[in-house]
């Protein structure tokens, strides 16, 4: 289960000069994975002969009449490049995006696998964005080390209040949509929801600013899901995410903190993991464990900063969660409590 977590964790990082890939399976089935993904206006295209292959459907290009063929147990689907149409029978679905023919392939988008393609299958199909770049460790000149340079913490002034500002980071967003789950429920959505709900509740009970990376729907570079870091009078830091796997059994919550180099404990962010945890345990939610993972794109200074696997979308439980208004209430005002009472500890920050 711990490979499952920080596979989907390293997704964070996105540049859509990277190479990519995507994991996609059935229901009971091993994930395949497929890398040769490209980028074009921002979306991502995945080659359909290697997603139907993965999903042991048939499927031929009719070079006569310029479409494509998709035989599966719900009939014949026909696609066109250019065309914004699936036709199954005399019906005619739309789709969000065209195929495209990219490098002598014909390629689809993540959209059409989540909406369209999952329809084809009798059972449940499962769907991962994956971008295998990750934070590496270099010397002090790497362009990582000062990108991470601003995440120092921050002196307080000694009669400053205990929790001055709070950065909140909703993960991933546009293009880059996540972890998928149930119903195609995508996890840019439930970060974001969250992370507006935590926004509110602190600045009605506390307060004090809070800084967000995004507030709606768009991509985001690494630096930028960063930046209210670089906020002044940030005290902590929390990455709103959240998972899938390829088996509807993992479940709950994951919390997440740096270590250094020499895989020592960072213990201003700890204090902030094990606040969040107890507040998390004691609203009923369940929290597997706290986690120390230098790789993970946490920053390198020492600013308390957790990384927040609020649960897996594939799980029923978590997914209706994540997924409805009064569990992300429920969510943020869990975390809410954990902030506030590492704040009123009054250490470090």
């Known amino acids: 289960m ?13 540049t859509s000069s990277a190479v990519a890939s995507i994991e996609i399976a059935l229901r009971g089935e091993e994930p395949v994975v497929i890398d040769e993904i490209y980028h074009r206006d921002g979306l991502i295209y995945i080659p359909l002969d290697d997603l139907l292959s993965a999903l042991a459907l048939d499927g031929d290009w009719d070079s006569i009449n310029h479409v494509y063929r998709i035989q599966s147990d719900r009939g014949t689907a026909i696609i066109s490049p250019g065309s914004h149409f699936m036709r199954i029978g005399e019906r005619f679905i739309p789709l969000q995006e065209k195929p495209r023919f990219i490098d002598n392939r014909l390629r689809v988008t993540e959209n059409f696998v989540v909406k369209n ?76 929801a969250v992370t507006l709900q935590l926004q509110r509740i602190v600045k009605m009970n506390l307060g004090v600013p809070v800084y967000l990376s995004r507030n709606d729907d768009y991509a985001l570079s690494l630096e930028d899901h960063l930046q209210p870091a670089a906020e002044p009078d940030v005290d902590a830091m929390l990455l709103l995410h959240a998972q899938a796997a390829f088996s509807p059994v993992p479940s709950g919550i994951y919390l997440y903190i740096r270590s250094d180099e020499e895989s020592k404990v960072d213990g201003d962010s700890l204090r902030l993991a094990t606040a969040l945890a107890k507040a998390l345990r004691e609203d009923g939610l369940t929290v597997r464990d706290i986690v120390t993972a230098p790789l993970l794109p946490l920053g390198r200074g020492d600013l308390p900063t957790v990384l927040i696997e609020m649960g897996y979308l594939s799980h029923e439980e978590d997914s209706l969660l994540l997924m409805k208004e009064e569990g992300q209430v429920r969510l943020a005002t869990a975390l809410f409590n954990g902030l506030k009472a590492f704040g009123l500890e009054g250490k470090g920050i």
């Open 117 to 192: 393609l999952s329809s084809l299958v009798s059972t449940q199909l499962f769907y991962r964005n994956i971008d295998p770049a990750t934070p590496r460790k270099g010397g002090d000149d790497s362009a990582l080390d000062r990108l991470f340079s601003f995440m120092v913490k921050k002196k307080k002034p000694a009669n400053a209040a205990t929790l001055r500002a709070v950065g909140l980071d909703p993960g991933h967003g546009g293009f880059d949509t996540g972890s998928i789950g149930l119903n195609g429920f995508k996890e840019k959505d439930a970060t974001l």
């Open 2 to 14: 711990r490979n499952i977590c920080l596979l989907v964790l390293f997704s964070l990082v996105f």
